[in-house]
């Protein structure tokens, strides 16, 4: 059974960056598309950016100047970078895996996500 | 980006009752609208894929229906371990957006 799991610092200073990294256990990350998605508290779910497999990436417009995703098939793993980070930054991070089938995409598997509040 | 306004934002409910959940969204997404459960301190899950196909292992009391710009989400009786907060999410194009959520209350 795949599973997923963020790891990372809990705190970050403002305008440092933000690194986390999603470990994929139990199959394999070739194949598929890989996400991040964050929910700031009190707030609704929000896409930051896919990589694929093979390093293809996409990314929320409204992040892309401070996001960059990488993908390390040797380690199972891949990796998010947000810059110049804010407290409007402080979310929960989860990786999810996104499934592709012809037309239809879903986030099928998810981790439990991991809290990281921005404050000095 | 496309807008996805879900309602209601919460719900009391009881075990055994029928609960629908809405979802619109700001243009037309054909079929392309999933909807996931999420339970506290849990990885959420999907549950309905394409607007009415269920996920693998998924119970049958969750149904979705719709095309366009309208989605409902039924559970036809409500389980004690119903009681979470329910997403829709559109992919018909990027960046695919969430509904704001609906939790759903003992």
């Known amino acids: 059974q795949v599973q997923l799991q963020e790891s990372g610092p809990g705190l970050v200073k403002p305008s440092e960056t933000l690194s986390l990294t999603c470990t994929v256990s139990?199959?394999?990350?070739?194949?598929?598309?890989w996400s991040w998605i964050r929910q700031p508290p009190g707030k609704g779910l929000e896409w930051i950016g896919y990589?694929?497999?093979?390093?293809?990436?996409g990314y929320n417009p409204s992040l892309r100047s401070r996001v960059t995703l990488s993908v390390d098939t040797s380690r199972n793993r891949f990796s998010l970078k947000l810059t110049s980070v804010t407290a409007a930054d402080t979310a929960v991070y989860c990786c999810?895996?996104?499934?592709?089938?012809?037309?239809?995409?879903?986030?099928?598997?998810w981790g439990q996500g991991t809290m990281v509040t921005v404050s000095s | 980006d496309i807008q996805m306004t879900q309602s209601p934002s919460s719900l009391s409910a009881s075990v055994g009752d029928r609960v629908t959940i809405t979802c619109q969204a700001s243009?037309?997404?054909?079929?392309?609208l999933n909807w996931y459960q999420h339970k506290p301190g849990k990885a959420p899950k999907v549950l309905i894929y394409?607007?009415?196909s269920l996920e693998t292992g998924v119970p049958s009391r969750f149904s979705g229906r719709g095309s366009g710009t309208d989605f409902t989400f039924t559970i036809s009786s409500l389980q004690p371990e119903d009681f979470a907060t329910y997403y829709c999410?559109?992919?018909?194009?990027?960046?695919?957006?969430f509904g704001g959520g609906t939790k759903v209350e003992i």
């Open positions: 999810a895996r996104e499934r592709w089938d012809g037309p239809s995409h879903v986030f099928d598997i």
């Open positions: 139990g199959g394999s990350i070739s194949n598929y598309y």
């Open positions: 990589i694929s497999y093979s390093g293809s990436t």
């Open positions: 243009q037309d997404i054909s079929n392309h």
């Open positions: 394409d607007a009415s």
């Open positions: 999410q559109h992919y018909d194009s990027l960046p695919p957006t």
